[in-house]
């Protein structure tokens, strides 16, 4: 069965600092993956997706995730956070023949000033 | 181009009434789903239509949840009666179809008392 994880419930990082989050996902052919922000109070925004080609994916806010196959990770990354960025992330996997999305249990990102 | 659209953003209502929640996909996108969010947690899918049909309803708590969407356009969510563990963030997604993105509401925020 297809699955996601995200092993860090709450990350804390400084303002200006370099972010990753980690996801890894099981799934049995190529993937969609996802990630998606979900600021307090609002609903789930699409920050980037991988369908194929490039593995190093550019996404919104200054994101990037890279697909690594080997691994079946895709990370989240960015160079230099903002007390903006404090959010929750989650991973998600795309499964075609069902046209489900599932979803990882997220991470919060706490920024400290 | 419009998101989707949800309404009311917020309700509180005593267990054992009743609440409905309204939906307006992104034009043009025929798969529409609705999720459950507990404080705390990722989105679990409650029900998923492909235009006015249900493709997979096995989350839905069938004996007080009913979702409808008659026209293949926008969609209701019911609860009668409302348990205090149906307190959550109620998503509405939509997408084009095919394991892709999907793009999510802002959400309707439920307190049951």
């Known amino acids: 069965a297809q699955s996601v994880t995200q092993p860090d419930i709450h990350i804390t990082v400084s303002e200006g600092a370099s972010l990753e989050l980690r996801c890894n996902y099981s799934y049995g052919a190529t993937p969609y993956l996802f990630w998606y922000v979900q600021s307090p109070g609002q609903g789930l925004q699409l920050l980037l997706k991988?369908?194929?080609?490039?593995?190093l994916v550019q996404g919104i806010k200054g994101f990037e995730a890279e697909f690594k196959r080997s691994q079946s990770s895709f990370n989240l990354r960015k160079p230099s956070v903002h007390w903006s960025d404090a959010a929750e992330y989650f991973c998600?996997?795309?499964?075609?023949?069902?046209?489900?999305?599932?979803f990882g249990k997220g991470t919060r990102l706490h920024i400290l000033p | 181009e419009a998101g989707v659209a949800q309404s009311p953003r917020y309700k509180i209502i005593e267990k054992r009434q009743s609440v409905a929640f309204w939906c307006n996909p992104i034009s043009g996108h025929a798969t529409l789903y609705w999720y459950q969010q507990i404080l705390g947690q990722g989105p679990k899918l409650l029900i998923q239509?492909?235009?006015?049909?249900?493709?997979?309803d096995s989350q839905l708590p069938k004996d007080r949840f009913s979702a409808e969407r008659l026209k293949g356009v926008d969609s209701t969510l019911k609860i009668q009666p409302a348990k205090l563990e149906d307190s959550a963030v109620y998503l509405c997604a939509s997408s084009l179809g095919g394991g892709g993105p999907q793009y999510f509401g802002p959400g309707t925020r439920l307190t049951v008392t």
């Open positions: 998600a996997v795309g499964v075609r023949r069902d046209d489900k999305i599932i």
């Open positions: 239509f492909q235009n006015n049909g249900v493709v997979d």
């Open positions: 991988y369908f194929s080609g490039d593995t």
